[in-house]
C-alpha cells in the first residue's frame, strides 16, 4: 500500500467513521483535543500518510465540529481538483487546435504549391506544331499538379485540349478541360501529373474542339 496514500478500502473506511460522528453530532464547544487545520486539511487531501491519520479516527468520530471542517475542506480540495483537471483539458484542447491550425496551414501552403497558372493572355497564336522561336519558355514545376491556363486574348469558351510533347513529337502528357469567361479572359484547370517527367524543354499543344493544335514553348523544372 503506498504510505502517501488511501486505498478505495481505507477511504470507505474513513468515510464511515466521519459519517458516525457527524450522524452522533457530538458538540464541542470547547474544541477539546482537536487537531490542527493544517492536519484536517492534509487528511481531507489525502497527503497525510495513513498511519498518521488513523490517530485521529476516534476523535474525529466524536467530533462533530471536525468533522464540519473536514467536510469543507474535502469539498475544497475536491473543487482544485475539477480545475485542474479542466484547466489541463483546456490546454490540451487549445494544444490540439493549434496543431490543427498549423497542419491545416501546411496542407493549404501545399496545396498552393502544387497549382500554377500558365499564362498565355499575351502569347501569339503560332498555328502548328512549332511553338514562336522568340518567345520564352512557359516555366513549370514539375511538382504543380494542377495548372490554371489563361488562354490567349480573344479565345472563346469550350472544350479545350491539351498535350505536352518532345521536340521529336513523343507525347508526354494529354488532358483536356472546359474554358470559361471570366472579365472577358479565357481559362481553364487542368490536373495533369508530370513528377515522374525529365526536368527539360518540351512544347505545350493547345487547341479547341478538335481543331488546329497551337504549340507554346515549356520549360518543365
Not at 492534509?42 to 500518510?49: C, E, F, V
Not at 490517530?55 to 474525529?60: A, Q
Not at 491545416?104 to 497564336?125: I, Y
Request: charged share 25%.
Amino acid at each position: 500500500m503506498n504510505a502517501k496514500g488511501y486505498s478505495t478500502r481505507d477511504e470507505r473506511r474513513l468515510l464511515d467513521t466521519f459519517g458516525r460522528g457527524l450522524l452522533k453530532e457530538f458538540p464541542n464547544p470547547e474544541r477539546s483535543g482537536c487537531p490542527g487545520a493544517d492536519v484536517l486539511k492534509r487528511i481531507a487531501s489525502r497527503t497525510m500518510p495513513l498511519n498518521e491519520a488513523e490517530k485521529w479516527l476516534d476523535h474525529l468520530g466524536s467530533c462533530s465540529p471536525c468533522y464540519g471542517d473536514f467536510s469543507e475542506f474535502r469539498k475544497i480540495h475536491e473543487l482544485r481538483q475539477k480545475r485542474t483537471l479542466l484547466a489541463i483539458a483546456a490546454s490540451i484542447l487549445i494544444a490540439a487546435s493549434i496543431a490543427g491550425w498549423v497542419l491545416l496551414q501546411r496542407h493549404n501552403e501545399s496545396l498552393v504549391a502544387q497549382t500554377t497558372v500558365l499564362d498565355l493572355r499575351n502569347r501569339s497564336l503560332p498555328r502548328g506544331t512549332e511553338p514562336n522561336p522568340l518567345e520564352p519558355p512557359l516555366v513549370v514545376s514539375r511538382a504543380a499538379v494542377r495548372w490554371n491556363i489563361y488562354l490567349p486574348v480573344g479565345s472563346s469558351e469550350g472544350s479545350y485540349e491539351i498535350r505536352i510533347v518532345t521536340d521529336t513529337g513523343v507525347l508526354l502528357l494529354a488532358a483536356s478541360g472546359d474554358a470559361k469567361l471570366v472579365s472577358g479572359i479565357a481559362s481553364f484547370p487542368v490536373d495533369v501529373n508530370l513528377q515522374s517527367a525529365s526536368p527539360g524543354r518540351y512544347n505545350l499543344e493547345i487547341r479547341k474542339n478538335a481543331g488546329e493544335w497551337n504549340s507554346f514553348p515549356l520549360l518543365l523544372r
